[in-house]
């Protein structure tokens, strides 16, 4: 049985093959301006890569915020399944996941048998998503790659205390000319994002162990500053990016 969860985010998209109940393939490209476009390349990468015919494919399951932009999908469902779905199989003990993308930020907390309890949501400002820390790189004129390694070697951490990213961004411009420290910076805006996800978090109350997951899974500075904040450690799977993309897969899975 071959089936295929795609997540299509504001930033990026994502596809996963799943066959017989196990991840064979996983694709991840640039979303783009046209959601729909993205959709059907990734799921034509993944189909090439695993050299399958599409016809081979039993059920296809769309999620994120551009779901509803793949006319092919036999089912949509939302983020907060499919991340929780894709947090459980890529680690079945844990019981909350952080998930951070391009522009939301979601927090949910799952039952003892994986099932959403609660969540909370962030989709009205950009604060505290990816497309704030694209927004700050540019500003800093660093690398996004590079933005989580280099926070690390931060002695004294920036305060940043606007929560508009537009006026986040003035924030940084004066720090830069103030002659304060690229690193420095950097690591105030993490623990300025983390707190925003952590003050959303604790609303829903965040039960340990915790999974992150999105691409902004692979900043590690966020990881730690959000470690920090909670009081636990959070597990990052190798494929955080793709675990709404994996939840899909699964739900499409137990809707045939």
Do not use: W
Not at 153 to 171: H, L, R, W
Not at 221 to 246: D, M, N, R, W
């Amino acid at each position: 049985m071959i089936t295929i969860g795609i997540d299509v985010g504001s930033i990026t998209t994502k596809a996963v093959m799943m066959k017989d109940g196990a991840v064979v393939s996983a694709k991840v490209i640039n979303t783009g301006y046209n959601a729909k476009n993205a959709g059907e390349t990734v799921l034509e990468d993944i189909i090439s890569e695993v050299r399958i015919k599409r016809s081979s494919i039993e059920r296809i399951v769309a999620t994120g915020y551009g779901r509803n932009s793949v006319p092919f999908a036999d089912k949509t469902v939302t983020e907060i399944t499919c991340h929780a779905s894709g947090g459980r199989y890529l680690n079945p003990k844990i019981r909350s996941v952080i998930d951070i993308g391009g522009q939301d930020s979601k927090a949910i907390v799952m039952d003892e048998k994986g099932r959403v309890k609660d969540f909370a949501m962030n989709d009205k400002c950009a604060a505290g998503t990816g497309r704030f820390l694209e927004v700050m790189a540019r500003a800093l004129e660093v690398d996004l790659d590079d933005f989580g390694k280099m926070s690390l070697g931060a002695k004294n951490p920036s305060i940043i205390s606007s929560i508009c990213t537009v006026f986040a961004e003035s924030e940084i411009v004066s720090l830069i000319s103030k002659g304060e420290k690229r690193e420095n910076i950097i690591a105030g805006i993490h623990n300025s994002t983390s707190a925003r996800v952590v003050a959303m978090a604790c609303r829903i109350g965040l039960t340990a162990p915790v999974m992150m997951t999105g691409g902004v899974a692979k900043n590690i500075g966020v990881v730690k500053a959000l470690e920090k904040k909670i009081g636990h450690s959070i597990f990052v799977s190798k494929e955080a990016q793709v675990a709404g993309a994996i939840g899909a897969a699964i739900i499409a899975v137990d809707s045939i």
